[in-house]
């Protein structure tokens, strides 16, 4: 397989003529890993590898469930025990190691990283389901966080800092110094990005990791794994588990061994986390959950640029992005002009075998979003009108996947629909008489992670980025109301249920997050 230069970058926002070049390096790619197809992976612990006992999880592709990607280990308690073990035995001698060949070693990741970013992108695309653009754009983001987070710890210089003297005789000193050992828990949509945005801010501030990607995305995990041990990770500081949350979920965020627990993923299970960890004392418990994203379009808006970004984010990944824009409040004045430009850009969307070139729009995950998707369009039919989509697809190819159209409802702003995270192709359209009401109804929602705002008026604009609730806003995004965060550019901060700590990924105070300070007086008589 052919190198790609280093030099070819490729973000969400990366336009469909400056695709052209990569795209031979993708097919390649693909070549290559369809070789791969339908292997058996071990757990690997303490650099070990380890098989369960029980059946191993088969991993299907959504787009064709008779591709059996890989078979997965099933791993139970005695592995979250192993796992424990291992990561606390390597922890001590990580964190004791200087900080700079912490980051030397990270920085390594970071460069396999973008040097396998085709190969990555494949198997996210066949195994999530995302089109070229996203799998490619996953892959980037997920070298680029790790250089950001290195650079934090760079910048920072170990974070030992001089204090003041309160005597003559003492030294005191501040330091900030790892919790210990992590565990990692990663949601299936973002497999590669999210692994290694959560595990790399707690390996460069020397915590050990023990890491379990979703069940439905183990090959990716594997692949996030394999880069930090080729980049020289030492063995039990990163640990690799599979297992269904279900199973192994509890015994490995409520061990006593386990330090923290960063998690990303549905605010049910962050909520579950959050109330049983911290039994005997608080334990730090970072969590990015989920969200009900708003655009919110007024009258001045341009109007082509509003029903662009609403598609882009309402259709990327078939919505089941934790940013994707889910609800739009239309002012009443421009409600059918924006509806008749949406409607047309969805119609033109290309939906089917997303690893293809030109196919925009793929599966969903598993019958289990089939299903809540159903329940949406079900409810829609009851409560409002379908101006679009509405039913499963099975024409052709389309039947060997889980594929539904995408779905427009216009609903009455009294519908749960526009407070519930379905994270299938839904989007509920409400129209509104004011700025006032277009906040208020936003506001109303559990969920506060993205939002997105189009209009010419620039006090209009000062206040929705006063009165939005939540962490990430844009306006005026043509590439993507509600989408499209990038490290060290829009900081990824869940506001009320869409996060715990009120510091987010991508943001510059992510990786102070896995340390905790230590106040150091040395008194010399
Ligand atoms: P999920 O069902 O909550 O699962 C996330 C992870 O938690 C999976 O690895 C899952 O394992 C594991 N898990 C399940 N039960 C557990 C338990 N009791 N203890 C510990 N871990 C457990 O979420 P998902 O469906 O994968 O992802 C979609 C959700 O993530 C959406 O709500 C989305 O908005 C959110 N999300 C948020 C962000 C953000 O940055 N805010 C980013 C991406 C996604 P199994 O797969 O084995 O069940």
Redesign the pocket.
Known sequence: MATAPENLRITYTTTADQMEEVHQYFDEALEKIRGEFGKTHPLVIGGEEVTADAEPNTDVSPIDTSIVLGKFQNGQLEHVDMAVKAARAAQKAWAARPWQERVAILREAAKVVRKRKFELAAIMSIEVGKNRLEALGDAEESADLIDYYAQQVEDAKGWVRDMNKLTPIETNTDVLRPYGVF?C??????PAA?SFGMSSAALVTGNAVIY?????TPWTGLKVFECYRDAGVPPGVINFLT????VM??P??FHPGVDGVV????????L??FHGMSQKWIKPCLL????KNPAIIMPSADLDMAAMGVMKSAWGLQN????ACSRVYVHKDVADAFVEKLLKLTREITIGDVTQKDVYFGPV?SEGAIRTWQGAVDQAKKEGEILHGGERLTEGDLAKGRFVAPTIARAPLESTLFME?F?TPFLAIGVVDSLDQALEESNRAEYG?TAGFYSADKAEIARFFDEIESGVTYVNKRTGATTGAWPGAQP?C?WKG??STGKG?CGPYYTLQFMREQSRTLVEE
Do not use: W
């Open positions: 565990a828990v990663a949601p299936f949509n973002f999210l379990k990607p979703a069940t439905d297992g269904r949350g279900s979920g509890d490995l965020v998690f990303t993923g549905s605010k049910a299970v962050g579950h986390i990015e959950l989920g969200g089941q992005k934790c940013s995950i995270e994270f992670l990824f869940g869409s996060g990924g």
